[in-house]
């Protein structure tokens, strides 16, 4: 769009997040991949290359190479993320006394999709890692956390107003579509705009809506 990548964006926006200290992308060792690397690598940040659906295991890896102490995870179908947002998570996480296991803002979804956020302990991750042979928990990394509120210490930092129902995510060509129109849009005037900059838009724009609106929430 506009002659960047889609993850072109979202690593631009996730370079403002105050709180990161490191940004990795964590693709596969496939082939079909070696674009994606070489991208990445081309704008000076980090790439670990791990398995294909043990997902979990390429996020360990990668935090591990990296020594990291608190992992944060966005999903890289998120060229929109709003790094104000994924800031909040960060600092709720970090601000609760005793400490946090796991934060998110995705369970329960009041954000829109697309702004989804994640952080966790190493030791957490460590632990989903070791003791999770449920192929669902590694593909989708952190289902063994947040599943058990018995044994992780969680936090849902929820949105003002539910805004559950805008979907910005990049599944599919109707989602494409719908993305395509945001950034042409508001990217040449404002670069950094927000998630409230897209609901002014939309205000302006109802319409677009319904470009994907049919698509519907996948599978996490």
């Known amino acids: 769009v506009l002659g960047k990548p889609m993850i072109g964006y979202q690593l631009e926006r996730t370079r403002r997040c105050h709180a990161l200290d490191e940004i990795v992308v964590a693709t596969t060792t496939n082939a079909t991949d070696d674009p994606i690397a070489d991208y990445v690598s081309g704008l000076g940040i980090a790439v670990y290359r791990g398995s294909e659906h043990d997902v979990l295991s390429r996020y360990f890896e990668a935090a591990e190479a990296h020594d990291a102490d608190i992992v944060v995870r966005m999903t890289a179908d998120c060229p929109i993320i709003d790094p104000e947002v994924t800031d909040m998570v960060i600092e709720r996480f970090l601000e609760f006394i005793p400490p ?13 999709i ?11 991750l460590r632990t989903a890692h070791e003791q999770t042979h449920d ?4 593909e989708h990394v952190s289902p063994f956390i947040y599943k058990q509120p018995d044994r992780f ?5 929820l ?16 989602d494409l579509e719908f ?3 945001v950034i042409e849009t508001l990217y040449p005037e404002i670069p950094d705009f927000g ?3 897209v609901l002014a838009l939309l205000e302006q724009k ?13 599978v996490r």
């Not at 697309?114 to 966790?120: A, F, P, Q, R, S």
């Open 100 to 112: 946090l296991d796991y934060a998110t803002n995705g369970i329960p979804h009041t954000w829109p």
């Open 114 to 124: 697309g702004l989804d956020t994640e952080v966790m302990t190493f030791k957490a």
């Open 135 to 138: 192929p669902y928990d590694r």
């Open 153 to 157: 210490r969680l936090y849902s930092a």
């Open 159 to 174: 949105c003002p107003i539910n805004l559950s129902g805008e979907r910005w995510t990049l599944d599919t060509p109707e």
């Open 179 to 181: 993305l395509t129109r």
């Open 195 to 197: 998630y409230r900059d």
């Open 206 to 218: 109802p319409e677009w809506r319904s470009i994907n609106a049919d698509v519907g929430a996948k």
